[in-house]
């Protein structure tokens, strides 16, 4: 995964020679859309969308790929209050980037949608129009990181008491347990006993 937005390729800037089948198909899709650019990993095709266009691309994708899977956001921040941070947060963007994956429902074909959305105007338009499914994952991306979608009428609390204050998947947000107790792997642990060791040990002292 890329932690900047630059790495999307321009879809004019390789040659299908050079080209992997998947990255034909992300470069193909892309261009179709009138999207920004495109990653491909691992056979994972990622198309980056502009905040405004993201209702627009993604009800267009569905024509070709109507499977709406799933939808969430990843919080890219400087610094974090647990857990270890990015390795050059001088040179990172901070911004949200809200994803969502489509796929058809004929073939393998799919791709994830990516779009930025800045820190302070935290809002993107809502699915939820043309996937009812959308609503869930929306709410859910409002309690955990504070994203407005603009058109849902129904971002309450999914998870969260009502009176619960912050937004737990925030880089900033402090998980109180682990300020008390240690991320898992990072305790020390004793060694196991030498039991043929420990069962010498008992026979000598019967002698």
Not at 25 to 33: G, K, M, V
Not at 60 to 84: H, N, Q, R, Y
Not at 115 to 133: C, E, Q, Y
Request: net charge negative; charged share 30%.
């Amino acid at each position: 995964m890329t932690d900047t937005p630059e790495a999307a390729v321009d879809a004019s800037e390789t040659t299908e020679l050079e080209m992997t089948a998947a990255e034909t198909y992300a470069a193909s899709l892309t261009e179709r859309l009138g999207a920004t650019g495109y990653s491909e990993e691992f056979d994972t095709v990622r198309v980056f969308v502009e905040r405004d266009a993201w209702v627009e691309t993604i009800v267009a994708a569905s024509e070709e790929l109507p499977f709406f899977s799933w939808l969430s956001a990843i919080d890219w921040s400087k610094t974090t209050e647990v857990g270890e941070g990015v390795d050059e947060p001088e040179t990172l963007e901070e911004r949200f980037e809200v994803i969502c994956r489509l796929s058809s429902v004929e073939n393998a074909d799919g791709a994830i949608f990516v779009a930025t959305v800045p820190k302070d105007d935290a809002s993107i338009g809502s699915l939820t129009p043309h996937f009812g499914g959308a609503e869930w994952h929306e709410r859910e991306a409002h309690e955990m990181f504070d994203i407005a979608f603009e058109g849902n009428k129904n971002l309450v609390p999914l998870y969260l008491p009502d009176d619960f204050i912050g937004h737990p998947l925030l880089k900033s947000y402090p998980l109180i347990a682990r300020e008390v107790k240690p991320w898992p792997g990072d305790v020390d642990v004793e060694p196991m006993p030498d039991v043929a060791s420990d069962s010498q040990d008992a026979e000598g002292s019967d002698t």
